[in-house]
């Protein structure tokens, strides 16, 4: 899949672009099923909501399960990250969001670059996210949210609390807009909210001002959020090293895959 030269302006314009069902309903249950299998494997990369049933998010699932470690290698996904970045590009980060029915907390207004740059001491914003909506996404089960344009104003802050959410991972709450800074974006951009069937791609910028909120729907929300980031682009810290959900190593260039993830589900050594 490639993108014509007007979804790319949209784009670089907006900081965001929706790709409604790239993925069919087989593909998409196949990757419901992964993400139910990941959810049961023990370890920090698995974070919790604040009850310490629900899970909040799951990290590097693209190691553990083969139907990611293909995905991220597909056409529809590799062609277009391409296209709006570079030739060169690995993954930086695999991350799944759940928000079940009746529950999952909202995940606060924030830039995703400043959660790099602090953890992580990353360059530069040379990263495309890839979102894909594991369900359907509407007004009621917590969509995320973007403020057009923001991408464009560079960093709104660039630290992070003093008192964290997690200590198993940098949590937008730690690196939240205030509410000036808020009102003051969506005054000057306003909002929108990308909805849309399960199998719908949202390409977005590292910068973008996003967040969403709680799900009050009886259906569930599942996000798969992809980064890939320049291979020019490596971070670099001293000290420990991080877990491999905070830094993947995936460092080689990836290559597309010459037919779609279905078929061909083995895992492909990065």
């Known amino acids: 899949m490639r993108l014509n030269q007007e979804q790319v302006d949209r784009y670089h314009e907006d900081g965001f672009l929706t790709v409604e069902s790239a993925l069919d309903h087989g593909e998409i249950e196949r990757l419901r099923a992964a993400f139910t299998r990941d959810c049961g494997i023990p370890g920090p990369q698995r974070i919790a909501e604040d009850n310490g049933d629900d899970v909040r998010a799951v990290y590097a699932s693209h190691h553990r399960q083969p139907e990611f470690a293909s995905l991220v290698r597909d056409p529809r996904l590799l062609a277009p990250v391409k296209q709006l970045l570079t030739e060169q590009v690995y993954i930086y980060q695999f991350k799944i969001n759940a928000k079940p029915a009746f529950g999952g907390e909202k995940w606060s207004w924030h830039q995703d670059y400043v959660a790099w740059r602090v953890a992580d001491n990353l360059p530069a914003p040379r990263q495309v996210n890839v979102g894909i909506f594991l369900d359907d996404v509407d007004e009621f089960n917590g969509p995320v949210i973007y403020l ?22 940098l949590d937008p709450d730690d690196i939240a807009l205030t509410k000036e800074q808020l009102a003051g974006l969506v005054a000057e951009r306003g909002m929108v909210s990308p909805k849309g069937p399960a199998g ?58 010459e037919t779609p993830f279905l078929d061909g589900l083995e895992a492909v050594a990065a």
């Not at 490596?234 to 190593?249: A, F, I, K, N, Q």
């Open 200 to 257: 719908t791609l949202v390409f977005f910028s590292p910068e973008i001002v996003h967040g969403s909120a709680p799900n009050m729907s009886p259906f569930p929300r599942r996000l798969l959020i992809t980064t890939y980031n320049d291979v020019a682009n490596l971070p670099s810290w001293t000290g420990e090293p991080r877990p491999e959900y905070v830094v993947c190593r995936d460092t080689e260039p990836l290559r597309t895959r």
């Open 148 to 169: 057009p344009g923001s991408h464009r104003s560079g960093l709104v802050r660039d630290s992070r609390d003093t008192a964290v959410r997690s200590d198993q991972h």
